[in-house]
């Protein structure tokens, strides 16, 4: 039978108590508010990838900063957007991608 360290011991007791995935109410939110300026453009809705946000960045980055975390409280329009408020916070072709490539949000059905 081949020893087991004590490290080894320790890890295997130890890392089932951390939890390496979160669990989220939303893993992706759609926006189907439907606005004139969007009709007008023949834009689909956005899709929200609100599980891929929160992987790679901490909740509070966006929420109660940017976002209050209730669906449907918080008004987001392109122009806030281009603004800088908003998804416009980092999506400013800066910290990410700019926001003016329209499909990669506009893509719902």
């Avoid at 508010?33 to 929200?48: H, I, L, Q």
Wanted: one cysteine or more.
């Amino acid at each position: 039978m081949a020893k087991i360290s004590a490290y080894a011991i320790a890890f295997l007791l130890i890392i089932p108590s951390f939890s390496f995935t979160k669990e989220f109410k939303h893993d992706v939110i759609i926006f189907k508010r439907e606005s004139k300026s969007r009709s007008k453009a023949g834009m689909k809705p956005v899709v929200f990838p609100h599980k891929f946000h929160a992987e790679i960045m901490k909740c509070n980055s966006c929420h109660n900063q940017i976002f209050k975390p209730i669906l449907g409280a918080n008004k987001i329009t392109m122009k806030k957007i281009m603004e800088g408020k908003a998804c416009g916070a980092c999506h400013n072709g800066v910290k990410a991608w700019p926001a003016f490539h329209c499909d990669r949000c506009h893509r719902g059905k």
